[in-house]
């Protein structure tokens, strides 16, 4: 597949109360990593399949929700494509430091999705 899913993040308003749900749910494995200003970025290792990560929602008074992220080859291509074929830009191409590159759409059905572009070493 030429654009999978590849991570799926909880922007929360309770990291705390989030990760215990979740971690006693799953048994999921969570490692906390710094990022900086923007604060502590929570890995989500699920054992297969599909990970992600947690977050305190950076938006205030947005309800917490799930965002999919799928994988693209340019991500200022991808956006400017989505762009063009009616989605409304929410993020523009963000550096995430060592990792990658992402971009946050809303489709032209109201519908919110990440792209990622994935770093070469």
């Known amino acids: ?19 215990d749900f979740y971690k006693q749910l799953f048994d999921w494995k969570l490692t906390d990593m710094e990022m900086g200003p923007s604060g502590t970025y929570t890995i989500i290792d699920v054992g297969g399949g599909t990970g992600g990560g947690l977050l305190k929602n950076p938006e205030p008074g947005m309800p917490s929700f799930w965002l999919s992220y799928v994988l693209v ?4 291509t991808a956006t400017e494509k989505a762009k063009s074929l009616g989605a409304r830009i929410f993020k523009d191409s963000v550096e ?17 999705l990440g792209l990622w572009q994935t770093k070469k070493s």
Not at 101 to 106: D, F, K, P, Q
Request: hydrophobic content about 40%.
């Open 1 to 19: 597949m030429a654009n999978p899913f590849v991570h799926i993040e909880l922007n929360t308003t309770d990291v705390d109360k989030a990760k």
């Open 73 to 76: 080859d340019d991500i200022k």
């Open 96 to 112: 995430v430091p060592n990792m990658g590159w992402l971009s946050i759409i809303t489709d032209p059905t109201g519908a919110t």
